[in-house]
């Protein structure tokens, strides 16, 4: 049985992955004072650390467990995103944060559909996710059928709104299919960690993997016909480093 994190454990989780997310966006916006939204904004903590880098950054705020918010001076909308559409005009944000979120909707191309709307011309999203595909959690799917984090669901009783209910895992490439599905340009793939544990496991399958991906890649380009020069860049990205080793994935692409 895996062990349950305490609230310190979840709450340094979460510090690593909002730095990697302003460190993206530091990287990737050049701007003095974007105007942002961030969706599932939980407490505030990844709007307090973007606001240390951009003291004039505007924020905007929604969530459906608005009673965690803790910043008083940023409006905070309650929101099911699964039901309902962001309620913000188009082209309404320089930059848009979704951090830990989408693995808990039921449709995340429709979230990605609304960041795209409204994000202004030439904006930026950066989402993070957990990342199903290390060698971690590629183990742990071989041995039981449930990638890392994600596991068995109640039926019919559980709280559809639990922060710790994880109820889509989603590939990399399916991320990123999606993005472009919605014109999201220039997509970039970091992470907020890499793994001991997936190192190791990554130097102990070595030849199984290498041995596999080649396969794998040969008949997908010479019997099915599933690549091309617009999705292989990204099928390919399932072999870096990044993905076989990060603990989530940060993904950020300009509209």
Request: aromatic content about 8%; some cysteine.
């Given at each position: 049985?895996?062990?349950?994190?305490?609230?310190?454990?979840?709450?340094m989780?979460?510090?690593?992955?909002?730095?990697?997310?302003e460190?993206?966006?530091?990287?990737?916006?050049?701007?003095?004072?974007?105007?942002c939204l961030?969706?599932?904004?939980g407490?505030?903590d990844?709007l307090?650390?973007?606001?240390?880098?951009w003291?004039?950054?505007?924020?905007e705020?929604?969530?459906?467990?608005i009673?965690?918010?803790?910043?008083?001076?940023?409006?905070i909308?309650?929101l099911?995103l699964?039901?309902h559409?962001?309620?913000y005009?188009d082209?309404?944000?320089?930059l848009v944060?979704?951090?830990?979120?989408?693995e808990?909707?039921?449709?995340?191309?429709?979230?990605?559909?609304?960041?795209?709307r409204?994000?202004?011309?030439?904006?930026?999203?950066?989402v993070?996710?957990?990342n199903?595909?290390n060698m971690?959690?590629?183990?742990?799917y071989?041995v039981c059928g449930?990638?890392n984090l994600?596991?068995?669901?109640p039926?019919?009783n559980q709280d559809?709104?639990?922060?710790?209910?994880?109820v889509?895992?989603i590939p990399?490439?399916?991320?990123?299919?999606a993005?472009l599905?919605?014109d999201?340009?220039?997509?970039?793939l970091?992470t907020?960690k890499?793994?001991?544990?997936?190192r190791v496991l990554?130097?102990l399958?070595?030849p199984?993997v290498w041995l596999g991906?080649?396969?794998?890649?040969?008949?997908?380009?010479?019997?099915y016909h599933?690549?091309?020069?617009?999705?292989?860049?990204?099928?390919a990205?399932?072999?870096s480093?990044?993905?076989r080793l990060?603990?989530?994935?940060v993904v950020s692409?300009f509209k």
């Open positions: 049985m895996l062990r349950q994190k305490t609230r310190i454990e979840k709450t989780c979460n510090d690593a992955i909002y730095c990697s997310v460190r993206v966006v530091k990287e990737r916006l050049k701007q003095e004072a974007p105007r961030d969706i599932g904004a407490s505030g990844l307090r650390l973007l606001r240390e880098t003291p004039g950054l505007e924020a705020a929604c969530d459906y467990h009673e965690r918010f803790a910043l008083k001076d940023v409006n909308l309650q099911d699964n039901t559409p962001l309620p005009p082209e309404s944000f320089d944060t979704c951090s830990e979120v989408l808990h909707v039921e449709n995340y191309r429709a979230v990605l559909r609304e960041i795209h409204v994000l202004k011309p030439g904006g930026l999203m950066v993070t996710t957990p199903v595909l971690k959690s590629r183990l742990r071989l449930f990638a994600f596991g068995p669901l039926v019919k559809r709104f639990a922060t710790s209910g994880h889509t895992p990399y490439f399916y991320l990123a299919h993005m599905d919605c999201f340009r220039e997509l970039q970091d907020d890499l793994q001991r544990s997936s990554s130097i399958f070595a199984l991906w080649n396969q794998f890649m040969r008949l997908e380009r010479t019997r599933t690549l091309g020069k617009e999705n292989e860049p990204y099928v990205q399932h072999n480093q990044i993905i990060g603990r989530t994935i692409a």
